[in-house]
């Protein structure tokens, strides 16, 4: 029983395509992020999402439009993809953001390579 | 804005020894969590430890225990008895108490446990 589980694990595609990450957790979680990790492993947040709201937008291009159809899944669909968008996605969730009782759960990552 | 630093990119210990690992954080919150997580080769985030700044005692789990120094705003990850399946990436992180804001990660340290 995978908690926050995405697809696809790895992604490789050609410069100008578009595509599509999908996340879904089974935890009853209210908070879902996209996280993405770049090739030194650094970690930063792209989005979260609360009750299917958005609620943080760090500054990732407009390329990134994350779509949340309900609490439980968080996709996050990449328009005319380019080559320094190479790198782990990682798909997140937590009970409530900023609860006494917070931390997150992670998914296992989609690789996107960019060609 | 809220920076972990991570100082020691990478580290070695021996099988059965202890090692510690740094993390020092700044910010302008009293109430906050602190985290580790663990990232082996398989690229799965997996949370080892997790502390709430208002509480002074250490938080431990089996083999694992922080140093928690909240006015030098230091957060050490010690690890006894190291075993070969610790190798992997150790992040630290923070996340405000309240507040829409997610985890904000440092860069890590690659461990390696030798046999």
């Known amino acids: 029983d995978t908690a926050v589980s995405q697809t696809p694990k790895y992604l490789v595609t050609q410069m100008g395509n578009d595509k599509s990450i999908k996340c879904e957790q089974n935890?009853?979680?209210?908070?879902m992020y996209w996280y993405k990790q770049d090739s030194k492993k650094f970690l930063k947040i792209m989005f979260s999402y609360n009750n299917k709201e958005l609620i943080i937008n760090e500054t990732v291009p407009n390329r990134f439009s994350p779509k949340s159809p309900d609490k439980a899944h968080l996709n996050l669909h990449i328009n005319s993809l380019e080559l320094g968008d190479s790198a782990v996605y990682f798909c997140?969730?937590?009970?409530?953001?900023?609860?006494?009782?917070?931390?997150?759960?992670f998914g296992s990552g989609t690789q996107l390579s960019v060609l | 804005a809220q920076t972990v630093t991570q100082s020691q990119p990478e580290m070695s210990v021996q099988e059965a020894e202890t090692v510690t690992l740094s993390c020092t954080y700044d910010?302008?919150?009293?109430?906050?969590?602190l985290f580790w997580y663990k990232q082996p080769p398989s690229r799965q985030m997996i949370l080892v430890i997790r502390q709430e700044a208002y509480k002074q005692q250490n938080a431990t789990e089996n083999r694992f225990s922080v140093n928690f120094q909240k006015a030098a705003k230091s957060f050490s990850l010690k690890i006894s008895d190291s075993q070969l399946g610790d190798t992997a990436m150790y992040f630290c992180a923070f996340m405000k108490h309240v507040g829409n804001t997610p985890l904000v990660f440092g860069k890590g340290t690659r461990l390696s446990v030798i046999a």
């Open positions: 997140a969730s937590s009970q409530d953001l900023g609860s006494r009782n917070e931390k997150l759960f």
């Open positions: 935890l009853g979680h209210d908070t």
């Open positions: 910010t302008s919150e009293n109430n906050y969590y």
